[in-house]
């Protein structure tokens, strides 16, 4: 009988720590590449970015059963503890991601007030768009270590075989960007009806196609995960019998590989292969773009649920 000391609460954690991350960089990549087209995704990234880590986070400090001596964990930087410089990435990322989306949402007001001869310059559009483009700029290193952080956490424990390989990181930051386009095509599909077919056409193309080529990158960190383990220590290469026989086979090969990686990158391909091919009048089916962005999503969430309580089951010896 296993003791599980981390919760669905840390699953949820990580979970939503990802997803925050990923939207921050889809923020951050549309808003240097300049095109208009992905102006609004660009801004709805943007927006919905801080949310989930900071909820996220205060689940965490609700899990820790000692929530009121968590400012503990700010009183110094502890360089050899993950959980000290997770603490200051987070608290870190969580500001500057917030001050990026209070910046897409900066009420319109006057540029210039004037006091008799004396003229004050106030925040022009284009200092907010200065402003906003640095705090993308300087999020963008904060947004990849939250995301390499989610799995870095697993890694660090190092009496769980089942964690212990360099892939688990990279695999949790493409997870991360998968959940967080997926949630942007549910937002686009769901703002399809007042949006210009040419933009929506646009906000699809770029989504599915970067989704692809994430969740190509995800199969084959799934494969060196395998082989480094197989080939690493006794406790480890034991470790992947949880997912390949083991209570978790089911959990992992049908919930997080086929719902969350194989059918999505199918209906993705169905659906994005006529754009590619410049045919685009082609019927978009909108119950399709649902059901890919779910299937993303869930994929993601079980992929952390699998590897916390897998990992947990495991031990060297």
Same mark, same amino acid.
């Given at each position: 009988?296993? *003791? ?22 889809? +923020?951050?990549?549309?808003t240097f590449t300049g095109n208009k087209a992905l102006r609004g995704l660009a801004r709805v990234a943007g927006m919905l970015a801080p949310w989930p880590v ?62 008799g001869r004396m003229r004050i310059l106030l925040w022009t559009p284009e200092r907010r768009r200065a402003v906003r483009r640095f705090l993308a700029a300087s ?22 075989? @089942? ?15 998968? *959940? ?19 933009? @929506?056409? +646009? ?21 060196? @995960? ?8 006794? +406790? ?6 949880m997912v390949l026989g083991g209570p978790y086979t089911a959990l992992f090969w049908v919930g997080f590989v086929g719902i969350g990686l194989v059918l999505p ?48 089951? *495991?031990?060297?010896?």
């Open positions: 009988m296993h *003791t599980f000391e981390w919760s669905l609460l840390i699953v949820i954690y990580l979970f939503l720590g990802g997803l925050s991350a990923g939207l921050f960089l889809f +923020s951050a990549i549309l900071m909820i996220g986070a205060g689940l965490l400090i609700f899990d820790l059963g000692k929530p009121l001596r968590m400012w503990r964990l700010f009183a110094v930087v502890e360089w050899s503890s993950p959980m000290s410089i997770g603490s200051w990435l987070l608290m870190i990322f969580s500001g500057v991601s917030l001050l990026h989306a209070m910046l897409w949402k900066w009420p319109a007001g006057p540029d210039l007030i004037r006091i999020g963008t290193p904060l947004a990849l270590g939250v995301g390499i952080y989610t799995g870095v956490l697993l890694g660090a424990v190092p009496a769980r075989p @089942f964690w212990n390989t360099p892939t688990v990181a990279m695999l949790f930051l493409f997870s991360a960007l998968s *959940t967080a386009a997926a949630l942007l095509i549910l937002v686009s599909n769901w703002r399809r009806g007042g949006a210009e077919p040419a933009r @929506f056409d +646009s906000e699809r193309r770029f989504l599915y196609g970067a989704d692809l080529g994430i969740i190509l990158l995800e199969v084959f960190l799934v494969i060196p @995960f395998f082989l480094h383990s197989a080939l690493s220590t006794a +406790s480890q290469a034991r470790s992947l019998d990158f199918i209906i993705e391909l169905f659906d994005v292969l006529p754009l590619i091919a410049g045919q685009s009048d082609t019927k978009h089916h909108p119950v399709l773009g649902y059901m890919t962005a779910l299937q993303v999503l869930a994929g993601g969430f079980i992929l952390r649920w699998v590897f916390v309580f897998a990992g947990q089951a *495991t031990h060297f010896g």
